[in-house]
């Protein structure tokens, strides 16, 4: 379950495991690379995490819950539904501006699941669409939270077109930088919402 409770040792080996990742590449980060990172014996790591896989997308899970949290929190500060759904629809556009490097992981691991044989190939894949399940999820209860589909949009398709456009502005602020304003662009997507 992606926002099960995690004791600090694992949310230490987690953190080690993002930063290893964030300062290489997805593979960088492995049992054994994380318990010299973390100064914990290795068999210690495996008692949470059995592969290398389970270990990054672990860690991928957790760097999703942390988002999530903070997008929580800055649509809770708005005063008006318009504004809530502004921040939110925001934060889905604008999510490469902050968390630039994630970007990179997520890549790495499509990258990976390309290469790998069928049987591996569906877990990693199964475990890379929990956490888009888990965005998804997210963005559909805050909306049905914000105005109750009073529009009558099928929320969970829009939730999942949010997800989709949300990594291709990653690769688009990749490609070109200086061509995205996340502002405008938010508020085209609030106009196509009639927000």
């Given at each position: 379950m992606i926002t099960e409770k995690i004791s600090?040792?694992?949310?230490?080996?987690?953190?080690?495991?993002?930063?290893?990742?964030?300062?290489?590449f997805y593979?960088?980060?492995?049992i054994n690379s994380i318990s010299r990172y973390v100064k914990l014996d290795a068999e210690k790591i495996k008692q949470y995490y059995d592969?290398?896989?389970?270990?990054?997308?672990?860690?991928?899970?957790y760097a999703a819950v942390l988002w999530v949290e903070q997008i929580k929190a800055d649509v809770e500060k708005q005063k008006t539904e318009k504004d809530r759904i502004y921040v939110l629809i925001k934060h889905y556009i604008?999510?490469?501006?902050s968390h630039s490097q994630s970007l990179s992981l997520y890549i790495?691991?499509?990258?990976?699941?390309?290469?790998?044989?069928?049987?591996?190939?569906?877990l990693l894949s199964n475990e890379l669409l929990s956490v888009y399940r888990y965005y998804v999820n997210f963005f559909q209860e805050t909306?049905?939270?914000?105005y109750e589909n009073k529009y009558g949009y099928d929320i969970e398709q829009l939730a999942w077109i949010m997800v989709v456009v949300s990594d291709g502005f990653h690769i688009q602020s990749l490609i070109q930088p200086e061509k995205l304003d996340f502002d405008r662009l938010t508020h085209v997507f609030c106009k196509?919402?009639?927000?």
């Amino acid at each position: 379950m992606i926002t099960e409770k995690i004791s600090i040792k694992k949310r230490l080996i987690l953190e080690a495991t993002l930063k290893v990742m964030f300062e290489g590449f997805y593979e960088d980060a492995n049992i054994n690379s994380i318990s010299r990172y973390v100064k914990l014996d290795a068999e210690k790591i495996k008692q949470y995490y059995d592969t290398d896989d389970k270990l990054r997308m672990s860690a991928m899970k957790y760097a999703a819950v942390l988002w999530v949290e903070q997008i929580k929190a800055d649509v809770e500060k708005q005063k008006t539904e318009k504004d809530r759904i502004y921040v939110l629809i925001k934060h889905y556009i604008s999510g490469s501006e902050s968390h630039s490097q994630s970007l990179s992981l997520y890549i790495d691991a499509w990258k990976k699941l390309r290469d790998l044989k069928t049987e591996n190939r569906q877990l990693l894949s199964n475990e890379l669409l929990s956490v888009y399940r888990y965005y998804v999820n997210f963005f559909q209860e805050t909306i049905k939270n914000i105005y109750e589909n009073k529009y009558g949009y099928d929320i969970e398709q829009l939730a999942w077109i949010m997800v989709v456009v949300s990594d291709g502005f990653h690769i688009q602020s990749l490609i070109q930088p200086e061509k995205l304003d996340f502002d405008r662009l938010t508020h085209v997507f609030c106009k196509m919402l009639q927000i």
